[in-house]
Nanobody, 125 residues
Framework: QMQLVESGGGLVQAGGSLRLSCAAS????????MGWFRQAPGKEREFVAA???????VYADSVKGRFTISGDNVKNTVYLQMNSLQPEDTGFYYC???????????????????WGQGTQVTVSS
């Protein structure tokens, strides 16, 4: 089993930055693809970014150029640096781990096996 714990969420003004962290325990992070997803009130969970151990990274078009995903294998932690935040980035952010090597990290929530509890990000206008 892998446990994932997110942190770093909060309230920020539009144009500001936050860095989310996802600390993993129980398994070595480097053997998994790691993804970030978010869910706004009344909306479905959507893909944000993902990274695998190659490392390949993929991003949703809505965050490309503003968000950066990275991993630290020593700390067993994956990060999501979020810059130029906008109100539409508001939501609950989850990290997730995919046990299957797929070449490129998946954008599909259903491919991920382990999920954290999430952290709230609120961007005010």
């Amino acid at each position: 089993q892998m446990q994932l714990v997110e942190s770093g969420g909060g309230l920020v003004q539009a144009g500001g930055s936050l860095r989310l962290s996802c600390a993993a325990s129980g398994r070595t992070l480097s053997y998994y693809a790691m993804g970030w997803f978010r869910q706004a009130p009344g909306k479905e969970r959507e893909f944000v970014a993902a990274i695998n151990w190659n490392p390949y990274t993929v991003y949703a078009d809505s965050v490309k150029g503003r968000f950066t995903i990275s991993g630290d294998n020593v700390k067993n932690t994956v990060y999501l640096q979020m810059n130029s935040l906008q109100p539409e980035d508001t939501g609950f952010y989850y990290c997730a781990a995919d046990r299957v090597y797929r070449g490129y990290p998946s954008r599909r929530a259903g491919d991920y096996d382990y999920w954290g509890q999430g952290t709230q990000v609120t961007v005010s206008s």
